[in-house]
């Protein structure tokens, strides 16, 4: 598709639909840009922070599928994004550039205790998606993911097919996850062919003139895993069905926020650092700073994070110490135990009409107020949604709270319900209803000062402490303890 020169674009679904994937939201024009793998070099993240100070508000945010999103832009002309492509920023087949990133650990090639680096995966993978105009016919929502069995792992972060590495009898395989198909081993060099299998089959099978697009997972449903296999055996020169049949005899045991603060890497003498971004927001001063600092100290790269952080990696060991005052200088932190690191939340009412609440800003207050209240010496991972979708994360929280807004005096006051740990319900079992945003603070504060005392006695994660008991002897232990 060509696109007019010189003049800025408004219409972006109908001049440049495949470049970016821009859509119109409630605050303005949304653009998202896939970084397979989360990977950016430094000239693209020059590129980027100059392409968001020059359309956007100065900023960027990294989304829960490790790419970037930059609202509000203005102005674009089909040269900035021309140049933009030609750094390796968006597909060069711009018809498929609205498909989900693919996305793999943040610390591959780097990881410690990976059985296997998926870099290679992704850009084989990446570079036939931008080869083959006739995927444009996938849904949006098709999304790949590769978790390589290192330390840092995205097997809870949902992709619509999943290839998880494990290792049986001195071999390394990749675990299939195609809806509740979980017991297929695949060879390294034949993840390719069976997503190329899978796509096949959905676009044999789904209307093309549709605008809204059925999702793999509904066909699943649908026809049966079975019969979708069945039917993928066509484009391959192996059964699929054949290894349904094979049990495993290890589960994956995935780990969270492993990736913030220093880690040693697989190469001796080297490190990465984890950087929290206070939910995924990135200032486009601060993101010319990162690139330099990793230009300088590291190999150039960021490494952006499902869980909307970053990573510098490959840093000498000795230059640590300078580049964790270079981080705190920027205003950033890098510690594990702070309660930003591990904080999620989708758009809110100030970006999507479906939100009854102001999550990010609230998510945000919440965390400044507990930074000035408590001190962790673990990890909660807290969840904002301002509706039951949960966008910004679909794998499980410590806490949960899901907007709502409360009748009060013939007026409506923003609250929210809440949920803890991961048992029943998709976001925990529910443990408040409408609390209103005024005593959220307070509530949570109360809840972990518990967990605080009591975890001495050896519970594990905040989650997995409140699944121990009874809703009912956790309102009462929060009630009596937290007086
Ligand atoms: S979770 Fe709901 S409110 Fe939040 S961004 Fe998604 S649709 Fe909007």
Same mark, same amino acid.
């Given at each position: 598709?060509?696109?007019?020169?010189?003049?800025?674009?408004?219409?972006?679904?109908?001049?440049?639909?495949?470049?970016?994937?821009?859509?119109?939201?409630?605050?303005?024009?949304?653009?998202?840009?896939?970084?397979?793998?989360?990977?950016?070099?430094?000239?693209?993240?020059?590129?980027?922070?100059?392409?968001?100070?020059?359309?956007?508000?100065?900023?960027?945010?990294?989304?829960?599928?490790?790419?970037?999103?930059?609202?509000?832009?203005?102005?674009?002309?089909?040269?900035?994004?021309?140049?933009?492509?030609?750094?390796?920023?968006?597909?060069?087949?711009?018809?498929?550039?609205?498909?989900?990133?693919?996305?793999?650990?943040?610390?591959?090639?780097?990881?410690?205790?990976?059985?296997?680096?998926?870099?290679?995966?992704?850009?084989?993978?990446?570079?036939?998606?931008?080869?083959?105009?006739?995927?444009?016919?996938?849904?949006?929502?098709?999304?790949?993911?590769?978790?390589?069995?290192?330390?840092?792992?995205?097997?809870?972060?949902?992709?619509?097919?999943?290839?998880?590495?494990?290792?049986?009898?001195?071999?390394?395989?990749?675990?299939?996850?195609?809806?509740?198909?979980?017991?297929?081993?695949?060879?390294?060099?034949?993840?390719?062919?069976?997503?190329?299998?899978?796509?096949?089959?959905?676009?044999?099978?789904?209307?093309?003139?549709?605008?809204?697009?059925?999702?793999?997972?509904?066909?699943?449903?649908?026809?049966?895993?079975?019969?979708?296999?069945?039917?993928?055996?066509?484009?391959? &020169?192996?059964?699929?069905?054949?290894?349904?049949?094979?049990?495993?005899?290890?589960?994956?045991?995935?780990?969270?926020?492993?990736?913030?603060?220093?880690?040693?890497?697989?190469?001796?003498?080297?490190?990465?650092?984890?950087?929290?971004?206070?939910?995924?927001?990135?200032?486009?001063?601060?993101?010319?700073?990162?690139?330099?600092?990793?230009?300088?100290?590291?190999?150039?790269?960021?490494?952006?994070?499902?869980?909307?952080?970053?990573?510098?990696?490959?840093? &000498?060991?000795?230059?640590?110490?300078?580049?964790?005052?270079?981080?705190?200088?920027?205003?950033?932190?890098?510690?594990?135990?702070?309660?930003?690191?591990?904080?999620?939340?989708?758009?809110?009412?100030?970006?999507?009409?479906?939100?009854?609440?102001?999550?990010?800003?609230?998510?945000?207050?919440?965390?400044?107020?507990?930074?000035?209240?408590?001190?962790?010496?673990?990890?909660?991972?807290?969840?904002?949604?301002?509706?039951?979708?949960?966008?910004?994360?679909?794998?499980?929280?410590?806490?949960?709270?899901?907007?709502?807004?409360?009748?009060?005096?013939?007026?409506?006051?923003?609250?929210?319900?809440?949920?803890?740990?991961?048992?029943?319900?998709?976001?925990?079992?529910?443990?408040?209803?409408?609390?209103?945003?005024?005593?959220?603070?307070?509530?949570?504060?109360?809840?972990?000062?518990?967990?605080?005392?009591?975890?001495?006695?050896?519970?594990?994660?905040?989650?997995?402490?409140?699944?121990?008991?009874?809703?009912?002897?956790?309102?009462?232990?929060?009630?009596?303890?937290?007086?």
């Amino acid at each position: 598709m060509s696109c007019p020169k010189n003049e800025p674009i408004t219409d972006f679904q109908s001049v440049c639909p495949g470049l970016f994937y821009a859509t119109p939201a409630r605050d303005g024009i949304l653009s998202r840009i896939r970084i397979p793998g989360g990977i950016i070099n430094s000239q693209q993240g020059r590129a980027i922070a100059e392409f968001a100070e020059r359309f956007g508000e100065g900023y960027v945010h990294v989304t829960n599928r490790a790419n970037l999103q930059i609202r509000k832009i203005q102005g674009i002309t089909p040269e900035v994004l021309t140049t933009l492509q030609k750094v390796g920023l968006a597909a060069t087949l711009t018809e498929v550039d609205h498909l989900r990133n693919i996305m793999a650990s943040p610390t591959a090639g780097i990881d410690l205790l990976e059985l296997i680096d998926t870099r290679p995966l992704v850009r084989e993978l990446d570079a036939y998606i931008c080869g083959h105009p006739e995927l444009k016919g996938l849904s949006p929502k098709f999304s790949v993911g590769f978790d390589g069995g290192g330390a840092v792992s995205i097997c809870e972060q949902k992709s619509e097919i999943g290839f998880w590495a494990i290792a049986l009898k001195n071999n390394i395989y990749f675990q299939l996850i195609l809806g509740d198909a979980t017991n297929i081993l695949l060879k390294p060099e034949e993840c390719l062919s069976v997503v190329v299998a899978i796509a096949q089959v959905y676009l044999d099978n789904v209307d093309q003139t549709l605008t809204r697009k059925l999702r793999l997972k509904h066909l699943l449903q649908d026809k049966g895993v079975e019969w979708y296999l069945q039917q993928a055996e066509r484009y391959l &020169p192996f059964s699929l069905l054949k290894r349904l049949k094979s049990t495993l005899d290890k589960s994956i045991n995935p780990k969270k926020y492993h990736h913030l603060g220093v880690h040693p890497q697989r190469q001796a003498g080297l490190s990465y650092i984890g950087i929290i971004l206070p939910l995924g927001h990135l200032s486009s001063k601060q993101l010319h700073s990162l690139t330099k600092l990793a230009e300088n100290y590291g190999s150039g790269s960021l490494r952006l994070t499902p869980w909307q952080n970053l990573l510098i990696s490959d840093i &000498p060991n000795s230059s640590i110490p300078h580049v964790k005052d270079e981080i705190e200088r920027l205003g950033l932190d890098y510690r594990a135990n702070q309660i930003q690191g591990s904080l999620v939340a989708c758009t809110g009412k100030t970006g999507c009409t479906s939100s009854a609440t102001d999550t990010k800003k609230q998510a945000l207050d919440l965390a400044d107020y507990l930074k000035k209240h408590i001190s962790l010496d673990v990890p909660v991972k807290i969840h904002f949604s301002g509706c039951p979708k949960s966008c910004a994360d679909h794998g499980k929280s410590d806490i949960t709270l899901l907007g709502t807004l409360i009748e009060k005096d013939e007026t409506f006051v923003e609250g929210y319900h809440i949920y803890v740990g991961d048992k029943e319900h998709p976001f925990g079992r529910e443990l408040y209803t409408n609390v209103s945003i005024a005593k959220v603070p307070q509530q949570i504060l109360q809840m972990l000062e518990v967990y605080q005392i009591k975890r001495t006695e050896g519970f594990g994660s905040f989650g997995k402490f409140t699944n121990r008991y009874t809703i009912a002897k956790l309102r009462q232990l929060f009630h009596e303890e937290g007086q």
